[in-house]
């Protein structure tokens, strides 16, 4: 026997409706409850808010509930209602402002000296010359210009390999250069 979907006679309707898998609404969610759980949970990260959300979703399906043609469908219907709700709270997610007079500073940063911050900045790079040609430019590739080690090597027409090795002995350079002495004891 054939459910049908759509029809208008009343008589059609109610019989369709005693054939039916859930006949009432607290007998659907008892039976499929575990299972919309579990997708509720796949879009959140608490299991405190999945349950809301399961809740909200139901809720709407069963304002809806009278005018659900297809109740064999009914699991689609509270996904795609989950969904959208999930969709709904992410977007309406509020970014808490609060104004005020004076921005605060962070606790524990020490002010640095610009003096000091130039001299370092200058020592730094004299240490970066004192490297081969080909060190210095994979150095400065892939911490000033900040890019990848693939990136790198494609620049400078090499392998990975090199990037690393060359990189890895600049370092060691640098960590030895008297000149730098000062800012390995401050760290």
């Known amino acids: 026997m054939t459910t049908p979907v759509c029809t208008s006679a009343p008589n059609a309707a109610a019989s369709a409706r005693q054939t039916l898998p859930y006949p009432s609404f607290s007998s659907y969610v008892q039976a499929r409850q575990p299972v919309l759980l579990r997708t509720a949970r796949s879009l959140t990260a608490n299991p405190s808010d999945a349950e809301d959300l399961l809740q909200t979703a139901l809720a709407k399906t069963y304002a809806a509930w009278e005018r659900i043609e297809d109740h064999r469908a009914l699991d689609g219907y509270v996904r795609r209602a989950l969904l959208n709700t999930r969709t709904s ?35 730094m790079w004299r240490a970066i010359m004192k490297l081969p040609a080909r060190q210095r430019a994979m150095v400065v590739l892939r911490y000033y210009e900040d890019l990848s080690e693939a990136q790198t090597a494609e620049v400078l027409g090499v392998s990975v390999g090199t990037v690393k090795s060359a990189v890895s002995r600049a370092l060691g350079k640098l960590r030895e250069d008297p000149e730098l002495e000062p800012v390995r004891w401050a760290s």
Do not use: I, Y
């Not at 402002?97 to 962070?106: N, Q, R, S, T, Y």
């Open 89 to 123: 709270q992410w977007r309406k997610r509020k970014v808490d402002e609060f104004v005020c007079d004076e921005l605060p500073e962070p606790e524990g940063m020490p002010a640095t000296d610009p003096a000091e911050e130039q001299a370092l900045h200058d020592a």
